[in-house]
């Protein structure tokens, strides 16, 4: 699976790379905005799995982009960490009245910054920062790459591997087939929609050949994609 992609909205160049750099030696793929507009721009191109946003940007705010974040749904779920060189009392209340998940005040301790990122990510990218999955009796673990059902090692491929994590972080979600060559392959990769299929096959047999029961945990949705459960 592609590891969690993160946007940082900051229009100081200085802060901006160094956050970047730190994201980028941690593990995380990374984006970057330097202005409000750029932001709502590389959102909507990028669907970053989470928000370093700032609060003061020229043009549209940290808080107005927040606030447009949070009332659609389709950005609604993903995580935003205000950062700001305001400490008071009050802002810190504001910043989180309009739905950011978490506020920080720069100058921002790192290995703080990456531990209040990974509580976020876990809650929404459990795989993605290392968080061993469940679901039924098939267990993932991202720390060794190994997946057990029924207690039986599931052996699969690089891409059959990142199939299953993304269908297994978000258990009952319909994924198209676009959305799962975007998470599984990544967007600069070009792929026929078909190979999902293909791979998906590949990992139902994979997965039905091991434990007990040979049930198949892959639903295929007409018209719409498939999903865990
Ligand atoms: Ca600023």
Redesign the pocket.
């Known amino acids: 699976m592609l590891k969690p992609l993160v946007l940082v909205v900051?229009?100081?160049p200085a802060?901006r790379e160094l956050l970047l750099y730190n994201l980028a030696a941690a593990g995380y793929r990374t984006a970057a905005a330097a202005d409000g507009d750029e932001a709502l721009l590389k959102i909507a191109e990028e669907e970053p799995d989470l928000i370093l946003l700032?609060?003061?940007?020229?043009g549209i705010s940290?808080i107005e982009i927040c606030r447009r974040l949070k009332v659609r749904p389709e950005t609604r779920a993903i995580p935003v960490i205000m950062l700001s060189?305001r400490a008071e009392e009050a802002d810190r209340v504001r910043g989180l009245e309009t739905g950011a998940d978490d506020y920080m005040v720069k100058p921002c301790s790192v290995p703080e910054l990456m531990a209040r990122l990974r509580t976020q990510l876990r809650r929404t990218r459990p795989a993605g920062v290392g968080e061993r999955l469940t679901f039924g009796n098939i267990t993932l673990e991202p720390e060794t790459h190994r997946v057990y059902r029924a207690g039986v090692e599931v052996r699969l491929g690089p891409t059959e591997y990142r199939l299953l994590a993304t269908l297994m972080e978000r258990p009952g979600r319909v994924w198209s087939r676009a959305q799962l060559l975007d998470r599984v392959w990544g967007r600069d990769v070009y792929v026929e929609t078909r190979t999902v299929d293909v791979h998906v096959g590949r990992l139902r047999k994979a997965l039905k050949a091991a434990g007990a029961d040979g049930t198949d945990p892959i639903r295929t949705v007409r018209g719409a994609g498939y999903a865990l459960g």
Not at 54 to 58: A, F, I, T
């Open positions: 900051e229009d100081e802060q700032d609060w003061m940007l020229p940290g060189a």
